[in-house]
């Protein structure tokens, strides 16, 4: 504890007043948030509590709404006092109430939602909406200005927090991180953020650990270990925190002396802090500053029901008084509760907060609930993406040349790094893979973000960097949804096996989109963009625990408004990708591709016009007379299932010249859904011109079969489509062995072809058996040399 | 760092031909691990290398592999000296070379395959074999005698070795975490696991953070944060660090002496603190030795390459030295570097082990690649599982009564608990959950497990609880998997809308599994059992965030060796499911079940009989006659979609009281897949006996709908087959409201099947047109109340 010796001991700032101001201001926040747990009526206590004024269903999460709510008084304070640029983000999210309280209370509710204003009747209607159907959801949404938290799924509101301060050096992004939500995986990874803040170009996070004692049912680990263990384990983060602690039996007026004088230690600290390091650069890690405020779980509320503590305990997790309606003892006892916060001393008779009450709140864009941050599609500015044509690889003719995608993306990712020097508003984000994806090229634009000691033998690491690494791909996420959430813009390249990892994460960041969609005062934020790579085929060196395309299944089942997945067949196409995706808003965009050496199959016009269709007939590749229909129709979807297709096609051409193939390939997997299912959804007409009325299509597709099934679901394809996929066959082997292995191989596309073409008789039992001649050959190659066959290590388009 | 202080001093333990051995020791798991990544022939370097010696693909990882080999030297020797029951988990399992080594030298890996023994053919093989083509993966395996840990997908080492010590008193687990692993969101959280171990009756883990100073291509954090600062953090999660480091320069036996005197040091301190918890009884949080391991990334390999310096840094990650056989330089450099180790010392002309080499190593069953623990099925024992008919709840008629069905699988399973108290081999685990989700009656016969401090007013809480309870569903996933894994039995508890989290845990488990079953001298393991409850439907209170039925898809994408899913539709089912689940080795289990009230359908036999054939027809529920095929299928899946059919199905007997309706109820998933993908598949005549041969089909299921589209996948099903279930469509509702949103209640239902049925004329019209007012009166009745409509609510099946 070394750090504690100079600090100057905590006294209180406050006055009297202030601090009975503060406490007027947090009376009615409590007062606000226990309204709408409870009453749909008789919202000022202007008369006798009776049980028609209580709702009928009582839903919502008092436990940590006290805590919430001392925090958001307090701020108010400083934002007013020192003019911050804050943004709150609060963890605990489930204690939504205590968050609409303090953004009605500040006025920015009412002006968001206009019915719902400061007055009787809008409070009336802030305490009925909430937790109803259809009505305010009851942890923290979209819907609550102010905020870009949902505390649903616990764990990501530090990450949130970092990825909002980054490139805003003058934000302030204060993150209440709850004892429960601390015992996650993501949120423990989180405190490692410290590593990676530069004092300098990115902001400020103040954490605030509340340590409210208490899950749904159990005590939390935090705040029951010694707290020698605690301090040294913050400390070990790289914090110097500051505690505030309240008992049940504390004075209010202690607790607000004590919050006062921590917050402005911690501010002061914070300030100077940031002008050491910008006047005098940065000399080695500082412990930042944070608070650790101790609150009983439930304060102010319910000491006991039935002779059992309520206060202080998990008991209070929820609604702490049940069957108030039905049992008259609990009606009073709900009274007396509300009442303990004096309302007629907050409020008006017109329901109006008194002046005094609002004396702490900030002006203007200050409100905690005004954050421009929070609303940050206001914030966005389009990237200045430049042409992919400049650096696309040219293509001579489809096939001739070979490419590493992922590279070639690099330098179009290099040039918009350099265009965004001064505006900071991209970044990478990795686990430890960018260059592992191939992506180095990003690194002679930027170096990665690294604020620890950094050796002579050490390459592209640096403060100001822009690509973001750490071994976690919850952080990668984190920092990513915080960081686009508040209006910049980003793209996060994983190996597609574990992106699995994050689909929860991605869940929410989905559901949170799709909802922001329907709130009308909210700007599109830019979209959420992933990069897969080191895919499922190409896992030579790792094998079978690297391969799971499964994301894709994954993000397909969000809402159709929001997700997109493209599988670019070549370096071309997926600069064309790329280049789309960085422009949208609103989306979750997952982009696969290799990054192994692949074919050139697309000029880059050819590319253009390829992924602005996202699904089309490659006329070069087939063997179809004009006008005439098809015999078959060859699909694929990926980099290596096009690489096999063209091979099938290439190998019919070659045994079955008369045979018309066409060959069909879709970058925008969504094409194939029904128009009606997806924007991006094909009509049923533009369908059929793709893959025909009536014959067969054998598919070959980058992940599990089904999927493609799942989602080309129209009437009459089902039995005429035959897919080939990843059927979770894998090992350390070789690339061509991983798709026999699963039997999406070339050889098998060509069987699985003249199984399906009525009318080739024995001409189809001879190909048969020399494409399986050729895969027993196959298997004792690969067995015998490590490698893959010579004719299909050398195997080249015909063209 | 207050503790420090008491250490007696680093003084090692060991002679000097102690050390010389060890260093033997060390030598040849450093050689036998650069030899597998590198060579093909000329195993012992008998004779010059020449380039055809090595191999054609050059694939694995070197970095972390010298400092495996000194844990696993290191652990040889105090094993033997102290006759200890270790196990090793091995966190960098990308290091397999390291522990292969080790278990080729400790004459395991030659017991379990005879073909790869201690003699130069065996060693060739070894070599040979490693990432080679349907060979030994690069991670460490099932394959891998004395592992029970895949390196691939980081994060899960240090609960693996948790779950693996609970109720395994004289077990040690020894982990090595490497820096890169430290930094995922999981592991993160898992240091906090001391605060659930019971020094009485579970072992101890031994966690050696080995600070390798890179990722693949990054520094780590851990390994650049100021010293003071890993120290603190370190005492924070509640150890007493021991540090162990060793630059390029520092000479072997500097390291050897130090290690020894450090691990000697933990053991004693391990012993003591055994001794005093079983004999005094525990006071206060211990804090528990650990070790800090430092040592140059790639130590022993070669120095530089092109003037570039290789060992101390990333670039030594995967293969040091590329392009072997085509550059005579390199290949100079490579010989050099392997007979750096001297071989010729370490084994004789036969390739055998000089007996000095394998001084240290212990004997039989206490070889690291010979614990017990790891082949955990071997000491698995069928648990006693009471009969689920003691605990069925009478069933007069169906749907006469209710009862939440989580809550009387509750009452099973306290059963279990005390009829496991002596043997302790089975736990549920939940993120803090477990009585949210009804299952509190287990409370009664055992606590949770908890060694933090314990308050007058806490409930349930006990040192030698077998309720572990922590808000991390990574946390409740590793530790089951290393309790199962070392053979024992459990049940993960969980919010259906959070099992995503642990996604891609699963998927690593499901892969492990797969291999297993193919490790012929693995016996099987319990099953991995989820059971989700709180499930899409009922999340009135926390609404969109809490719901996403996503995980039921993503495990039906796994080997279908090894997945199973089972949506039991009422509390006997549960039961009987409950029970088959529990018996079961080598699968994914996956359970979803309701904890709020729920109609009872099946009396127990009758249930019994359900779960037994899996899917099945409820002849009392529908309205066909003997004999003839009914004019339409209602089939369901899942509680609240069983509801929904049977009040379709009495709104059908009501309105059209000559249709012919078919109920039938599916509690099995994998019976709709087709027999030959999935073991519990269907054959198409027992499939068509269910569903007719050509009568549509209305599907209610339980999740996203496109999944029962993709598993009763056959040939003329497709477009008689429409399914309903849950579209992403969430929000804070009541639970009729739910299902509304979706188009999954009873009167769409009853639409879709007169959309459906042909000759139905006017009388459908007039149905539709019904079943269409009702809606409307839903949807202003629940605007209007923020209930359901009454007639929803007060439903009862006619019987």
Not at 122 to 151: C, D, K, N, W, Y
Not at 589 to 606: I, R, S, T, Y
């Amino acid at each position: 504890m070394q750090d504690s010796a100079t600090h100057p001991p905590l006294v209180s700032p406050l006055t009297d007043r202030e601090c009975a101001l503060l406490d007027a201001h947090w009376r009615a926040l409590n007062y606000l948030a226990a309204g709408q747990l409870y009453l749909r009526d008789n919202p000022l206590l202007s008369e006798e509590l009776r049980p028609e004024h209580v709702k009928p269903r009582l839903l919502g999460h008092w436990g940590t709404c006290p805590g919430l709510g001392l925090v958001h008084t307090h701020l108010n304070r400083v934002i007013s006092a020192r003019d911050l640029d804050v943004l709150c983000v609060w963890g605990p999210g489930h204690g939504a109430p205590a968050v609409l309280a303090g953004s009605w209370l500040d006025g920015t509710f009412g002006e968001r939602w206009p019915d719902t204003g400061r007055d009787r009747a809008g409070m009336a209607r802030l305490f009925e909406r909430f937790s109803s159907p259809g009505g305010l959801p009851s942890h923290t949404a979209p819907v609550v200005p102010g905020s870009i938290q949902e505390g649903g799924e616990l764990g990501y509101s530090l990450a949130h927090a970092y990825g909002a301060v980054l490139d805003n050096p003058d934000l302030l992004a204060v993150c209440v991180v709850g004892d429960g939500e601390a015992e996650t995986g993501p949120l423990a990874a989180s405190w490692h953020s410290t590593a990676f803040l530069d004092p300098v170009r990115d902001g400020t996070v103040l954490p605030v650990l509340h340590l409210n004692g208490y899950k749904i049912a159990n005590p939390t680990v935090l705040s029951r270990i010694p707290e020698g263990d605690l301090d040294a384990l913050l400390r070990g983060y790289g914090h110097d925190p500051l505690y505030v602690t309240a008992a049940p039996d504390t004075p209010p007026e202690t607790v607000h002396r004590a919050m006062a004088a921590a917050l402005d230690q911690a501010l002061d600290r914070i300030a100077a802090l940031r002008r050491t390091a910008r006047e005098e650069g940065v000399a080695e890690r500082p412990h930042r500053p944070m608070i650790v405020l101790r609150t009983p779980k439930g304060w102010t509320g319910p000491r006991e029901l039935d002779g059992e503590p309520v206060e202080d305990t998990w008991r209070s997790h929820q609604i702490p008084l049940k069957d108030v309606r039905e049992n008259p003892e609990r009606l009073r006892a709900l009274e007396r509760w509300l009442r303990s916060y004096r309302p007629e001393e907050l409020f008006d008779s017109s329901g109006r907060p008194r002046p005094e009450v609002l004396e702490c709140v900030p002006r203007g864009g200050r409100r905690p609930g005004a954050s421009p941050h929070a609303d940050g599609g206001r914030l966005r500015r389009p990237l200045p993406l430049p042409d992919p044509s400049e650096f696309a690889v040219p293509v001579e003719a489809p096939g001739a040349s070979v490419h590493e995608p992922t590279r070639v993306l690099g330098t179009l990712l290099r040039r918009l790094v350099e265009d965004t020097a001064d505006r900071r508003d991209f970044r990478l984000v990795s686990p430890d893979e960018a260059e592992s994806n191939h992506l180095q090229d990003v690194l002679a634009a930027t170096p990665r973000a690294w604020q620890g000691a950094v050796l002579d033998t050490d390459r592209n690491l640096d403060r100001g960097g822009r690509v973001m690494e750490v071994l976690s791909e919850h952080l990668c996420q984190g920092w990513l949804e915080g960081y686009t959430l508040t209006g910049r813009h980003g793209l996060f390249a994983s190996y597609e096996g574990f992106s699995t990892i994050v689909a929860s994460m991605a869940t929410q960041h989905a559901k949170w989109l799709q909802n922001a969609r329907e709130v009308p005062w909210r700007a599109p934020v830019p979209s959420l963009n992933y990069l897969l790579s080191s895919h499922v085929w190409r896992q030579d060196h790792n094998g079978f625990s690297h391969q799971d395309p499964g994301f894709v299944d994954h993000i397909l089942n969000k809402s159709p408004d929001v997700v997109r997945v493209y599988l670019p067949p070549d370096a071309n196409t997926l600069l064309y990708v790329a280049d789309h995706v960085l422009r949208t808003t609103d989306e979750v965009n997952v982009v696969v591709a290799g990054k192994q050496p692949c074919f050139d199959w697309l000029a880059p016009e050819q590319a253009r016009e390829h992924c602005a269709r996202g699904a089309g007939v490659w006329e070069w590749a087939g063997s179809e007379e004009p006008g005439r229909e098809p015999d078959v129709v060859l699909a694929c979807a990926g980099d290596v299932p096009t690489q096999e297709v063209l091979a099938a096609a290439a190998l019919l051409r070659e045994h079955l010249p008369d045979l018309a193939v066409r060959v069909v390939n879709v970058v925008d997997l969504a094409r194939l859904l029904p128009s009606g299912s997806h924007p991006h959804g094909l009509s049923d007409g533009d369908f059929e011109a793709l893959f025909t009325r009536d014959r067969p299509v054998v598919f070959a597709y980058h992940g599990y079969p089904w999927l493609i099934h799942r989602i080309a679901h129209r009437a009459g394809l089902h039995d005429r489509l035959h897919v080939r996929g990843y059927r979770e066959s894998g090992s350390t082997t070789t690339p061509f062995d991983m798709v026999v292995r699963n039997d999406a191989d070339r050889y098998r596309l060509v069987m699985d072809v003249v199984d399906r073409v009525p009318g080739l008789a024995d001409r189809a039992a001879e190909l048969r058996r020399t494409m399986e001649r050729t895969r027993e050959r196959h298997h004792h190659w690969v067995r015998e040399h490590g490698t893959d066959l010579p004719e299909v290590d050398g195997w080249r388009w015909p063209g």
